[in-house]
């Protein structure tokens, strides 16, 4: 979907923030159980041993590494390969186009056990922003909460960066990271939009606050950075190299940014946003006028999406990139696990099925029609592979960590219906 609405829907907005998604390189990095490798620092480099970009594993032992990011660039680099060099971990692999599939590797690592999470909200606080703010004032302690119920053994912090622009009251205002949710939530509840006037605001002196003086754990399997924000940064040519200083920060340090785009947004400003998400692991996302917050709000530019609660959305996604597969216990499929997608999109009867399921890797799927898509996808909704439907069809998924899983099929007719699978080495 990117790769067609970078180049048509967005197109034109391409070259004003010189930040181009274009030559991805994902990498899938497992244990010797098949576990996902947490938290290992990775690079990419290039024939001549430049390092193009550096990113860190996510809690499903995933990476997305990046050439060329602020170039534009037609054909990537020749001879570039992903390398990791922790002691007792270094090896170097080939890196291959995301569209001959993904990267994978094993490496020897102990099962991480514990969920070490670190969630910072990082808030525009200008004048457009106050109906925005107000509803993270009543909503965050149930967003919070909710997590900490989700993910009852996990080490859970909390921090914000509240911003304006220059020569307002203040330009940014820090809340450090705590494990006490209730000092985050009188910081929050302190705050009040005010100022702004011209339309772009100090985003990117936000992002550097946020990476320089919230103190992000290095042994964190979990950072997580949720920008809200309804105005770009101003588009001066500093304004730009910072804002690709911070991205690369971002994503060597394993800070995923999770833009909340709130109204007035324009598609200038969509764009930067969904590439700052890219680059970084993250997932951009949106307030819809379903809310009756703010004002009115641009439609997104992708091919559908559904409508949830703000709140629900914020703990589905902390959750599903904060939770652990677990160690001590064989995967097992979980009825009451929240889908990655914010509604079941059930049509009728499913008429088709996949065995075995928890599987080792090889899945038989079965289809009484040779009609239609299957989608595979992980915990966090991330697409990771697309294929034909037929009547019968064999598919080997070893390869991938052991986890929970999504099969989706949409028929000729466009409806869909999807299923849980489990991988278990």
Request: proline share 4%.
């Amino acid at each position: 979907m990117w790769a067609d609405i970078s180049q048509e829907d967005l197109g034109i907005y391409r070259s004003n923030w010189q930040q181009y998604a274009d030559h991805r390189y994902a990498l899938q990095l497992r244990n010797e159980d098949g576990l996902p490798a947490v938290n290992v620092p990775l690079q990419l480099v290039d024939g001549q041993g430049s390092v193009l970009w550096r990113a860190r594993t996510d809690a499903l032992g995933r990476a997305e590494l990046w050439a060329h990011y602020f170039r534009q660039v037609s054909v990537a680099a020749n001879g570039l390969r992903i390398e990791c060099k922790v002691p007792n971990q270094r090896f170097s692999i080939s890196a291959k186009p995301f569209t001959e599939g993904i990267n994978t590797h094993e490496i020897k690592q102990d099962c991480r056990k514990k969920a070490e999470v670190d969630v910072a909200f990082v808030v525009d606080a200008t004048g457009s922003m106050g109906d925005e703010i107000k509803y993270l004032q009543a909503e965050l302690l149930n967003v919070i909460g909710r997590v900490r119920e989700e993910l009852p053994k996990a080490n859970v912090r909390t921090g914000s960066v509240f911003y304006r622009d220059q020569g307002e009251e203040y330009l940014t205002r820090v809340s450090p990271f705590t494990a006490d949710t209730e000092k985050t939530d009188k910081f929050i509840g302190a705050q009040y939009a005010n100022g702004g006037g011209d339309y772009p605001e100090a985003v990117e002196v936000a992002l550097e606050a946020a990476l320089d003086e919230l103190d992000w754990r290095s042994s964190a399997s979990t950072r997580l950075l949720f920008l809200v924000l309804d105005a770009p940064p101003h588009q001066a040519a500093e304004n730009i190299k910072k804002l690709q200083v911070a991205v690369t920060r971002a994503a060597a340090r394993g800070v995923q940014i999770i833009p909340v785009s709130c109204s007035g947004v324009d598609k200038n400003t969509e764009y930067l946003l969904r590439a700052m998400a890219l680059a970084t692991n993250g997932t951009y996302t949106f307030v819809t006028d379903h809310s009756g917050i703010g004002n009115a709000h641009i439609e997104p530019s992708t091919d559908s999406y559904d409508v949830a609660f703000l709140n629900d959305v914020l703990v589905r996604l902390t959750v599903s990139r904060s939770r652990l597969v677990t160690c001590d216990q064989p995967i097992a499929l979980d009825e009451n696990l929240p889908s990655p997608f914010l509604k079941t999109p059930v049509s009728g009867e499913r008429n088709w099925t996949f065995y075995p399921n928890p599987s080792a890797g090889p899945v038989s799927l079965r289809y009484e029609e040779a009609e239609g898509n299957y989608y595979l996808f992980d915990a966090q909704g991330k697409l990771l592979e697309r294929f034909t439907a037929q009547t019968s069809i064999e598919r080997d998924w070893s390869h991938l960590a052991s986890g929970r899983y999504w099969i989706r099929h949409q028929n000729a007719a466009g409806m869909w219906t999807q299923g849980q699978l489990v991988l278990a080495a």
